[in-house]
Protein backbone atom coordinates (compact mmCIF):
# COMPACT_ATOMS: atom_id res chain seq x y z
CA UNK A 1 0.00 0.00 0.00
CA UNK A 2 1.20 3.44 -1.42
CA UNK A 3 1.64 5.92 1.64
CA UNK A 4 1.55 9.47 1.23
CA UNK A 5 4.73 11.29 2.27
CA UNK A 6 2.75 13.65 4.89
CA UNK A 7 1.29 10.77 6.06
CA UNK A 8 4.83 8.89 6.77
CA UNK A 9 6.71 12.26 8.32
CA UNK A 10 3.39 12.31 10.81
CA UNK A 11 4.13 9.15 11.55
CA UNK A 12 7.82 9.05 12.07
CA UNK A 13 8.61 9.67 16.37
CA UNK A 14 9.46 12.76 17.41
CA UNK A 15 12.77 11.75 19.02
CA UNK A 16 14.02 15.68 20.56
CA UNK A 17 11.56 17.65 23.09
CA UNK A 18 10.71 21.17 21.42
CA UNK A 19 12.74 24.03 22.97
CA UNK A 20 13.92 27.71 22.07
CA UNK A 21 16.72 28.80 19.42
CA UNK A 22 17.96 31.89 17.17
CA UNK A 23 16.50 30.81 13.54
CA UNK A 24 19.38 31.75 11.23
CA UNK A 25 21.05 29.57 13.80
CA UNK A 26 18.38 27.09 13.66
CA UNK A 27 18.70 27.43 9.39
CA UNK A 28 22.67 27.05 9.58
CA UNK A 29 22.17 23.60 11.57
CA UNK A 30 19.22 22.66 9.20
CA UNK A 31 21.72 23.18 6.33
CA UNK A 32 25.19 21.82 8.38
CA UNK A 33 23.14 18.46 8.73
CA UNK A 34 22.44 17.71 5.39
CA UNK A 35 25.89 18.81 4.35
CA UNK A 36 27.18 15.70 7.74
CA UNK A 37 25.25 13.29 6.31
CA UNK A 38 26.54 13.46 2.82
CA UNK A 39 30.49 13.78 4.22
CA UNK A 40 29.58 10.54 6.41
CA UNK A 41 27.80 8.43 3.68
CA UNK A 42 29.15 9.29 0.54
CA UNK A 43 32.56 7.42 0.22
CA UNK A 44 34.62 10.92 1.14
CA UNK A 45 32.27 13.10 -1.75
CA UNK A 46 31.65 16.86 -0.62
CA UNK A 47 28.74 18.63 -0.88
CA UNK A 48 28.99 21.10 -4.08
CA UNK A 49 27.76 24.24 -2.24
CA UNK A 50 25.91 25.03 0.96
CA UNK A 51 23.82 28.09 1.62
CA UNK A 52 22.08 30.29 3.41
CA UNK A 53 20.55 32.49 1.05
CA UNK A 54 18.58 30.59 -0.06
CA UNK A 55 19.08 27.92 2.21
CA UNK A 56 19.84 25.03 0.00
CA UNK A 57 22.45 22.10 0.11
CA UNK A 58 23.84 21.19 -3.71
CA UNK A 59 25.40 17.94 -4.31
CA UNK A 60 25.18 15.31 -7.48
CA UNK A 61 22.14 12.85 -5.88
CA UNK A 62 22.63 10.45 -8.74
CA UNK A 63 25.67 9.15 -6.95
CA UNK A 64 24.31 8.35 -3.58
CA UNK A 65 22.14 5.20 -3.00
CA UNK A 66 18.80 5.76 -2.52
CA UNK A 67 18.66 4.94 1.31
CA UNK A 68 21.69 7.96 2.05
CA UNK A 69 19.41 10.02 -0.29
CA UNK A 70 16.98 9.52 1.72
CA UNK A 71 18.86 10.34 4.95
CA UNK A 72 20.35 13.82 3.41
CA UNK A 73 16.98 15.10 2.83
CA UNK A 74 15.56 14.07 6.24
CA UNK A 75 18.61 15.25 7.79
CA UNK A 76 18.26 19.22 7.53
CA UNK A 77 14.73 18.34 10.17
CA UNK A 78 16.36 16.04 12.24
CA UNK A 79 19.43 18.21 12.93
CA UNK A 80 16.79 21.40 13.20
CA UNK A 81 14.99 19.34 15.76
CA UNK A 82 18.07 18.44 17.66
CA UNK A 83 19.30 22.48 17.51
CA UNK A 84 15.79 23.59 18.52
CA UNK A 85 13.19 21.01 19.19
CA UNK A 86 11.40 21.52 16.50
CA UNK A 87 11.10 19.35 12.83
CA UNK A 88 11.05 21.90 10.27
CA UNK A 89 10.69 19.86 6.51
CA UNK A 90 11.47 22.04 4.02
CA UNK A 91 8.98 21.90 0.47
CA UNK A 92 12.31 20.78 -0.99
CA UNK A 93 13.28 18.32 1.35
CA UNK A 94 9.36 17.02 1.86
CA UNK A 95 9.08 16.92 -1.89
CA UNK A 96 12.90 15.04 -2.68
CA UNK A 97 12.30 12.42 0.01
CA UNK A 98 8.83 11.54 -1.74
CA UNK A 99 10.34 11.12 -5.02
CA UNK A 100 13.64 9.40 -3.11
CA UNK A 101 10.77 6.98 -1.31
CA UNK A 102 8.44 6.54 -3.99
CA UNK A 103 10.82 5.62 -6.71
CA UNK A 104 12.44 3.41 -4.81
CA UNK A 105 9.51 2.01 -2.87
CA UNK A 106 10.66 2.05 0.09
CA UNK A 107 8.12 0.78 2.97
CA UNK A 108 7.56 2.22 6.14
CA UNK A 109 9.83 0.13 8.10
CA UNK A 110 12.68 1.37 6.13
CA UNK A 111 12.12 4.88 6.30
CA UNK A 112 11.62 4.74 10.02
CA UNK A 113 14.89 2.81 9.83
CA UNK A 114 16.63 5.49 8.19
CA UNK A 115 14.85 8.27 10.19
CA UNK A 116 16.49 6.73 13.31
CA UNK A 117 20.10 6.45 11.71
CA UNK A 118 19.73 9.85 10.36
CA UNK A 119 19.48 11.31 14.09
CA UNK A 120 21.70 8.62 15.31
CA UNK A 121 24.53 9.89 12.50
CA UNK A 122 23.79 13.50 13.86
CA UNK A 123 24.19 13.10 17.46
CA UNK A 124 27.57 10.98 17.23
CA UNK A 125 28.88 13.85 15.16
CA UNK A 126 27.50 17.15 16.77
CA UNK A 127 30.50 18.90 16.89
CA UNK A 128 30.79 18.78 13.12
CA UNK A 129 26.93 19.91 13.08
CA UNK A 130 27.91 22.82 14.69
CA UNK A 131 31.11 23.50 13.15
CA UNK A 132 29.49 23.67 9.87
CA UNK A 133 26.56 25.73 11.03
CA UNK A 134 29.02 28.62 12.87
CA UNK A 135 30.85 28.27 9.22
CA UNK A 136 28.45 28.79 7.17
CA UNK A 137 26.50 31.85 9.07
CA UNK A 138 30.16 33.40 9.43
CA UNK A 139 30.68 32.82 5.55
CA UNK A 140 26.61 32.61 4.33
CA UNK A 141 27.99 30.16 1.71
CA UNK A 142 30.48 27.20 1.77
CA UNK A 143 31.65 25.52 -1.11
CA UNK A 144 33.17 21.98 -2.23
CA UNK A 145 36.89 23.27 -1.37
CA UNK A 146 35.53 23.90 2.36
CA UNK A 147 34.26 20.37 2.82
CA UNK A 148 37.14 18.64 1.32
CA UNK A 149 39.71 20.76 3.78
CA UNK A 150 37.22 20.06 6.68
CA UNK A 151 37.24 16.32 5.96
CA UNK A 152 40.82 16.23 5.41
CA UNK A 153 41.32 17.88 8.89
CA UNK A 154 39.00 15.43 10.31
CA UNK A 155 41.06 12.39 8.97
CA UNK A 156 44.33 13.11 10.48
Known sequence: MKRDIDTILEALPYLVKPGYCDHSRSVATHEASHAVIILLNSNGQAPERVTLDPPMTYFRWDKLPAEIAAMVHMAGAAGQALHSGRYVFSEGDRENLYNTVST???????????????????????????LIASA????????????????????Q
Not at 104 to 126: C, F, G, Q, V
Not at 136 to 154: A, C, H, Q, S, V
Open 104 to 130: HRMEYPIILSLWKHTHADLINNWPMVQ
Open 136 to 155: LMREGTLKENYFKRFLKKII
